[in-house]
T-cell receptor
């Protein structure tokens, strides 16, 4: 069965500093991978997704993620964090029996310090 | 397009009460899903549907029923609420073909006393 691990529960980054959120997945075939962001009290917004092709994926709000098959990772990065990026970030993999079933990691809460 | 809408936004129930969480989408998506979000556990799939008249269980289906009589609507029913069902519930929809991406509603926060 698929699984997603986000090893960092909380991360604090200074405004303007770079960010990397870690995501590791367990999946036998080529995975379909997603990063979602959830602001407090809000629903989930898709940041970016990887289905195939170029392993460096660009998303909204200046985020990018790199798929590394050898490391089973799909880490999210941003070169310069803004205070508005404070939120919870979820990595997810689509279930092998259908895109309507996502398996989520437990999330990483990003705190941005001034 | 309104996207995925959910009602109510917040609900308090007593143990044993029943209720229906509503979910609707106006994007003509075939796939719809219900997730629950609990602290430290991410989102877990409750039930899903691949089209009108077709539903199936996800990871945590116990205590919940669903039906899909139309493409647009996918209600989630709690027949006898329990405190363990206190959670935030998200509905999502996605198209069947193309680069399938799930779009999430704003969520329903449920408290069972």
């Amino acid at each position: 069965a698929q699984s997603v691990t986000q090893p960092d529960i909380h991360i604090t980054v200074s405004e303007g500093a770079s960010l990397e959120l870690r995501c590791n997945y367990s999946y036998g075939a080529t995975p379909y991978l997603f990063w979602y962001v959830q602001s407090p009290g809000q629903g989930l917004q898709l940041l970016l997704k990887y289905f195939s092709g170029d392993t460096l994926v660009q998303g909204i709000k200046g985020f990018e993620a790199e798929f590394k098959r050898s490391q089973s990772s799909f880490n999210l990065r941003k070169p310069s964090v803004h205070w508005s990026d404070a939120a919870e970030y979820f990595c997810a993999v689509a279930h092998d029996t259908g895109f309507q079933k996502l398996v989520f990691g437990t999330g990483t809460r990003l705190l941005v310090s001034p | 397009n309104a996207g995925v809408t959910q009602t109510p936004k917040f609900q308090v129930l007593k143990t044993g009460q029943s209720m229906t969480l509503q979910c609707a989408q106006d994007m003509n998506h075939e796939y719809m899903s219900w997730y629950r979000q609990d602290p430290g556990m991410g989102l877990r799939l409750i039930h899903y549907s691949v089209g009108a008249g077709i539903t199936d269980q996800g990871e945590v289906p116990n205590g919940y029923n669903v039906s899909r009589s139309t493409t647009e609507d996918f209600p989630l029913r709690l027949l006898s609420a329990a405190p363990s069902q206190t959670s935030v519930y998200f509905c999502a929809s996605s198209p069947r073909t193309g680069e399938v991406t799930q779009y999430f509603g704003p969520g329903t926060r449920l408290l069972v006393l």
